[in-house]
């Protein structure tokens, strides 16, 4: 178990500015509230994880080439960010992954909060790292990647004999089954959350994912399975905790313990792992979860300022546009999007609910998490709440059996779950959420400019497509770069095709603001860089 809040020793950032300072990677890091010590543990903490045994992510090659799979350049064109060495990051793996012991002593390779959320944009021969940013990682090409090199050094002897040099392990005929088993897993993973829509960098199908995790695979019941085919977008994390009601359709209420279950819900969906078919749940169910990083986390996330517009690389704002664009965000923003005060490390934030009816973006990603219902197999009879409520009866809604598991796996270990809960409990709104949330939330848009590409599933590529009315904003573009357009704000080109026309990508709704001129278009899109 890795301590908490324990220091790094690795406080080495050269302050460029009062504003910024410069990354080991050498990106710009914008002040955002965290010193060097809290970046590198959030970037590499686990929290229950575990994708591959470490020794093997390490060794194996790319399966058309020697190139090692963990190399830098391999995993940058997947989208990761590389990252230093350091105590928590011995191998220096690239930003967002994590090296933990399981109880029996393997070591294990897996994913963290920062592979998802941490951004980074470019501006000429600057690069800009976001902390609690949209990543812009290909989830489902690293899944790929993997089921492809594992196969291919199963197939070819030649790296094999390479794999076998590099981990030496004790029994290599041993190691040959226990790689087949894995790549069988992760196929029957991939097969489980299939989508015909790709999701491409900077999605996932989230909450598809999670539940598919928990009722196909923890419950044992490949029926249950449904297309994982609604990604949406990486949601941006600084005031998120702050926030009455978090997820992108509002479902979550965010007073605790409320935090610690949705994390570990997360933690279970990204190759976590929880028993909920030998054990009752009386005592809780044994998982992965690793309760003491996930309030590390919380903690830190809590802390995290949204990034303001570096003016020193992307130049100054113009105060007289910047005015007139306040005018502007009142007339045509601000019923939604309350402003967030800087300052205010306490502060609470309500989210708006807009229902899909009028808000008229993409509903596929709502409507799916209302309709998904799922047999319950063993857990016919628990109570849905673990120790109390209701009882499941033969079928059950899916998001009531993944807080089912993520409640039994947090009170597997009640002195930590209790712990974490008093010792990161922040204020928060009450709220309460509806039985079928067919919303949409708005949030304060503070550090907006650095989050493109905008609405929740991804489809407007900048600020300015988005203040134009629906069907002038592009239907196709292009998507993987992270150069940063300063004009129009947003990003555009690189490998991925964006078309808005398959389901789940659609780029309609959201006309708020879309009846301006090019000039106030422009002025409000000013207003909104200096939030």
Request: charged fraction near 20%.
């Amino acid at each position: 178990m890795i301590l908490r809040r324990r220091s790094l020793g690795l406080g080495f950032a050269v302050l460029l500015s009062s504003a910024a300072g410069q990354a080991a990677t050498g990106a710009v890091q914008l002040e955002q509230g965290w010193q060097q010590e809290t970046r590198d543990e959030v970037h590499h903490l686990g929290f229950g994880s575990r994708v591959l045994p470490y020794a093997w992510l390490l060794a194996l090659e790319l399966a058309d080439s020697s190139e090692l799979l963990r190399s830098d350049a391999s995993l940058a064109r997947l989208g990761f960010i590389p990252s230093d060495s350091g105590p928590g990051n011995p191998d220096a793996l690239p930003i967002g992954f994590s090296r933990t012991t399981d109880d029996q002593g393997e070591v294990w390779a897996g994913l963290t909060c920062a592979a998802c959320h941490t951004g980074e944009l470019r501006y000429g021969d600057q690069s800009l790292l976001i902390e609690g940013g949209q990543a812009l990682i290909d989830y489902s090409g690293l899944e790929l990647a993997l089921t492809e090199s594992l196969s291919a050094t199963l197939a070819d002897e030649r790296k094999f004999a390479r794999f076998l040099t590099r981990i030496q392990p004790a029994d290599s005929g041993r190691l040959r089954e226990q790689m087949e088993k894995r790549l069988d897993y992760l196929r029957q993973r991939q097969a489980m959350n299939r989508s015909d829509t790709p999701y491409g960098p900077g999605r996932l199908d989230a909450f598809g994912q999670i539940f598919n995790t928990v009722a196909v695979e923890l419950l044992g019941i490949p029926e249950n399975a449904r297309p994982a085919d609604a990604p949406v977008s990486f949601p941006f994390l600084w005031g998120a905790p702050h926030l009455d009601l978090v997820q992108w359709n509002g479902s979550a209420p965010n007073k605790a313990p409320g935090p610690l279950v949705q994390n570990v819900t997360t933690a279970l969906a990204v190759y976590g792992s929880a028993d909920l078919r030998s054990h009752s749940g009386a005592a809780g169910y044994p998982s992965s979860v690793e309760l003491e990083n996930l309030g590390a986390l919380q903690a830190h996330f809590y802390g995290l300022e949204a990034p303001r517009w570096p003016q020193e690389v992307l130049g100054a704002l113009d105060p007289a546009k910047r005015d007139r664009g306040e005018a502007l965000y009142r007339d045509n923003c601000a019923r939604c999007h309350a402003l967030s005060e800087r300052g205010q490390p306490h502060r609470e934030l309500r989210a708006t609910l807009v229902p899909l009816a009028e808000i008229g973006t993409d509903d596929r990603m709502a409507r799916h998490f209302v309709d998904a219902t799922a047999a319950t197999g063993e857990l016919e009879g628990r109570h849905k709440m673990v120790l109390a409520g209701e009882r499941f009866g033969q079928q059950a809604r899916t998001v009531d059996l993944v807080i089912h598991a993520a409640i039994g796996a947090t009170l597997r270990h009640p002195l930590d779950a209790v712990r974490v809960t008093l010792e990161d409990y922040h204020a928060v709104y009450s709220a309460t959420v509806s039985d079928s949330p067919e919303f949409y939330k708005a949030r304060p848009l503070s550090g907006v400019w650095a989050t493109a590409p905008f609405l929740h599933n991804g489809s407007v590529p900048t600020l300015y497509d988005l203040l134009l009315p629906p069907e002038q904003r592009p239907d196709r573009f292009r998507l993987g770069s992270r150069e940063l357009d300063p004009h129009k704000v947003g990003v555009s080109g690189g490998d991925s095709l964006f078309d808005t026309r398959l389901a789940g990508n659609g780029n309609g709704g959201h006309r708020y603001g879309t009846g301006l001129g090019d000039e106030d278009r422009y002025a409000l899109i000013e207003y909104l860089k200096s939030l």
